[in-house]
């Protein structure tokens, strides 16, 4: 049997401009992420500063927009102080939060200039579990502060004369896990946060502000935490965080596809918090979300992913494998936050190389794309303007988790600048291709598509290997657009992307 589902686009029906952040990732002190992924010296694409050149051409071509630096879990016992200078007086320390020693040869000033030779906006946070406010106010003071100041002076005896002007600031990070270098309460954490925010707003009032919200939806202080956290930094915060990782423990293929409607849970609910904080104080302020990490993540999770005894530096950890189904799970996370384009304003793929990554490094060797890397470079390549809001039918699955849910996940784009539509669909049908015939009758006459792509394998298991990247889009040839319809068959377990221009 084919399934049949239809949609109705129209250019006045808008969600929201989408903000491109949400096509950022995530760059942490852990694993092979920074040392054998973004940075080897001696690697034979290194260039003079030790980037490897293979994984910034990946970097380029996934199309990521902004980069959050340097945790994570990390973060909560770093002391930037150690990753600025000379590099051969920078100290060797433990780092508590994966057992590892860090040898601090690459830190903000390595990163920014990666950031410029990427084309990524950074994404910096600031430490607030061994440390608080004071070094904070110094760390901005050393990144943006034009000069004549002591941190500002020595960010130029450095070598950075002109400041870094990092814009997206995070306070913290997964202040509420007990596994976390000094774990905060919502209401310890609510006033460091509150304090720090203020203090650094009044270094630069340029800056924005990401608050930690709950470590995942599933923590037992969830909702009462961003609540609390809200109620006393909502003067300070532009944002608040999320972190979704995505499992498929039970290997049931609906039920991983259900993950991806508990991200649309999880963002209605942290915006309703929000409000509800907004509301006590009858204002008109919204607090954004920033979805500063999530992917799939539960196979690499094993006690021995995840720390490897004798302070090891950068020993391989959380190096999961991606296979096709986590390819149509993080598309369909995509569309979710593009259809909540209102609120969603940032986001982070957790993480860019190596640990969890969409980019897979041999130390010394070669960089491949794994699966999960098409649907985020379709997205980046094609995800501009705004987010149209949808009349889709489609027929639905039962879901343990979710009870039913519609076989047709969507989203479009229209971009009014340029009369360019984008259409991203899934089917999560896994025996059943569909029908899906589009009406685009609001966007406009004279049409042309100008791509019509699919990821699709008959295999859910199947992965990428240094040799065969055997998950890659090829082109659907079934796509037809006549006149302001199209109409086209998405084969069962399929990932698909629609380009149309304006003719001219
Ligand atoms: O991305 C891996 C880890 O997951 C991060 O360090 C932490 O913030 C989260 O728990």
């Known amino acids: 049997?084919?399934?049949?589902?239809?949609?109705?686009?129209?250019?006045?029906?808008?969600?929201?401009?989408?903000?491109?952040?949400?096509?950022?990732?995530f760059v942490e002190h852990m694993g092979r992420c920074v040392y054998g992924g973004i940075y080897e010296p001696g690697h034979p694409t290194a260039d003079e500063h030790g980037f490897r050149g293979d994984v910034l051409a990946l970097t380029r071509e996934l199309g990521v927009t902004i980069v959050r630096y340097p945790g994570g879990n990390f973060l909560?016992?770093?002391?930037?102080?150690?990753?600025?200078?000379?590099k051969d007086q920078r100290p060797v320390k433990l780092d508590l939060a994966w057992f590892t020693t860090e040898t601090n040869q690459f830190g903000t000033n390595e990163f920014i200039t990666w950031c410029r030779k990427a084309e990524v906006e950074?994404?910096?946070?600031?430490?607030?579990?061994?440390?608080?406010?004071d070094e904070a106010r110094h760390f901005?003071?050393?990144?943006?502060?034009?000069?004549?100041?002591?941190?500002?002076?020595?960010?130029?005896?450095?070598?950075?004369?002109?400041?870094?002007?990092?814009?997206?600031?995070?306070?913290?990070?997964?202040m509420d896990g007990p596994w976390q270098t000094c774990a905060k309460t919502a209401t310890e954490y609510g006033r460091i946060a509150q304090e720090t925010g203020k203090v650094m707003k009044w270094v630069d009032p340029s800056i924005e502000l990401a608050a930690c919200g709950s470590s995942q939806r599933a923590m037992p202080t969830?909702?009462?935490?961003?609540?609390e956290v809200l109620d006393t930094c909502f003067d300070q915060v532009d944002y608040i965080s999320l972190h979704h990782y995505m499992r498929n423990d039970a290997n049931d293929i609906k039920e991983f596809f259900a993950e991806i409607e508990s991200l649309d849970y999880f963002i209605k609910e942290v915006a309703a918090v929000a409000d509800a904080v907004a509301a006590k104080r009858r204002s008109k302020k919204r607090i954004m979300l920033s979805l500063d990490e999530w992917n799939v993540w539960y196979k690499a999770h094993t006690p021995t992913d995840v720390k490897k005894p004798g302070w090891p530096e950068a020993p391989p950890l959380l190096e999961e494998i991606y296979n096709f189904e986590d390819a149509l799970v993080v598309g369909g996370a995509l569309?979710?936050?593009m259809n909540n384009a209102d609120r969603v304003k940032a986001g982070c793929l957790a993480q860019l190389v190596n640990v969890i990554g969409p980019i897979f490094t041999e130390t010394g060797g070669a960089a491949w794309r794994q699966t999960i890397f098409h649907p985020i470079a379709d997205c980046t390549r094609l995800g501009h303007g705004e987010v149209l809001r949808l009349k889709v039918n489609t027929t639905t699955f039962e879901s343990r988790a979710h009870g039913d849910i519609p076989h047709l996940l969507a989203t479009a784009i229209h971009n009014p600048q340029t009369g360019d539509v984008s259409i991203f669909a899934l089917n999560r049908s896994t025996e059943e291709a569909m029908d899906l015939s589009v009406d685009l009758r609001g966007l406009g006459e004279g049409l042309v598509m100008t791509a019509?792509?699919?990821?699709?394998?008959?295999?859910l298991k199947q992965v990428n290997t240094k040799n065969d990247e055997a998950i890659r889009p090829s082109v659907n040839e079934s796509a037809r657009l006549s006149g302001s319809a199209l109409t086209v068959v998405l084969k069962p377990q399929s990932w698909n992307v629609f380009a149309l221009k304006p003719a001219r």
């Open 335 to 337: 569309i979710v936050m």
């Open 76 to 86: 909560s016992g770093y002391d930037w102080e150690d990753g600025v200078g000379p």
């Open 1 to 25: 049997m084919t399934l049949k589902a239809s949609i109705i686009a129209d250019r006045d029906f808008v969600i929201a401009p989408l903000d491109r952040r949400v096509f950022g990732t």
């Open 122 to 133: 950074p994404m910096f946070a600031v430490n607030l579990g061994t440390r608080g406010p």
């Open 222 to 227: 969830y909702a009462a935490w961003e609540y």
């Open 140 to 174: 901005l003071e050393y990144c943006n502060h034009p000069g004549g100041t002591y941190y500002s002076e020595l960010r130029k005896s450095h070598g950075f004369e002109r400041p870094h002007d990092i814009k997206f600031w995070c306070l913290g990070n997964e």
């Open 452 to 459: 019509s792509t699919e990821l699709h394998h008959a295999n």
